[in-house]
């Protein structure tokens, strides 16, 4: 009886000694991507789950939104321009076995990916269109990344244009084109306001020459205006219609 007690007791050991080394634990944003014998079995959910030391090996796979900041990318534009851009993408694991299995360093293959995709987006358009419409060029690097991600499991959920550097000599000539912009509207906007007020005019010329004694009226009004201010020197204008009314007394006299 000592003797069967001495055997099993090591073996009651060992057998816990496995269990416990065989335990492993799968938290709820991970998933476990197991091998048997090398030889991919399965992807195992949250919890607690028990993996054959030796014979079973079990990778766990972070399937949670991750941000990767894809870094600066000197980058050509349409019309020939040099530009640094950097870039955020954000993206996750959407099966798991596939990150494990069909790429190495999955997060690594990612960014590089990004970044000549990026470099080819810029290629593809002239400055003006990418500063004025980022999300348009943002757009298009995340649609083309997640179809190339899409055999290694990956889903990417965003990427945002963070930076556009240009050189300072284009700076400042985008500085001069924005100024002369501004100018040649303030030319369009003043002369604009020159036209009105000149059809403004017109239409009060009419109105007062259509009615009898406006312009009489007018004048009165503005003599009226001048007095209150005593350094004023005014000059008494005759009305229009003073004028016409001794145009028809001579008429009338030469006729006779």
């Known amino acids: 009886m000592e003797v069967l007690s001495f055997i099993l007791l090591p073996l009651i ?8 080394i065989s335990i492993k634990q799968i938290n709820e944003y991970q998933r476990g991507v197991v091998f048997t014998l090398g030889k991919y079995t399965g992807t195992i959910q949250p919890g607690w789950r028990i993996v054959i030391p030796v014979f079973q090996f079990m990778k766990r796979v ?4 991750k941000a990767v ?7 050509i534009t349409k019309d020939n321009i040099s530009a640094r851009i950097n870039a955020v993408i954000y993206y996750k694991v959407k099966d798991a076995a596939k990150a494990t299995i069909e790429v190495e360093a999955f997060f690594h293959a990612v960014s590089q990916l990004a970044q000549t995709t990026m470099r080819n987006v810029v290629g593809e358009m002239d400055l003006d269109e990418l500063l004025s419409n980022r999300e348009a060029a943002s757009k298009k690097i995340k649609d083309i990344v997640d179809h190339l991600t899409d055999p290694w499991g990956i889903q990417v959920e965003n990427v945002e244009l963070k930076d556009i550097t240009l050189p300072e000599d284009m700076k400042r000539t985008i500085a001069k ?15 604009q306001g020159e036209v009105q007020a ?10 007062l020459a259509e009615t009898p004694g406006a ?17 004023n020197t005014v000059i008494f204008a005759i009305p229009v219609e003073v004028l016409r009314a001794f145009d028809a007394i001579k008429n009338q006299t030469n006729a006779k």
Do not use: C, Y
């Open 69 to 75: 900041d894809v870094p600066d990318q000197e980058a």
């Open 215 to 231: 312009l009489h009226l007018r004048t009165l009004s503005t003599l009226n205006d001048l007095s209150s201010d005593q350094s």
């Open 198 to 207: 000149a059809e403004n005019l017109k239409e009060a010329a009419h109105m």
């Open 62 to 65: 972070d399937i949670r939104v």
């Open 177 to 191: 084109q924005a100024e002369a912009e501004r100018e040649r509207r303030a030319v369009i906007i003043k002369a």
């Open 13 to 20: 050991i060992f057998i816990v000694g496995v269990l416990l």
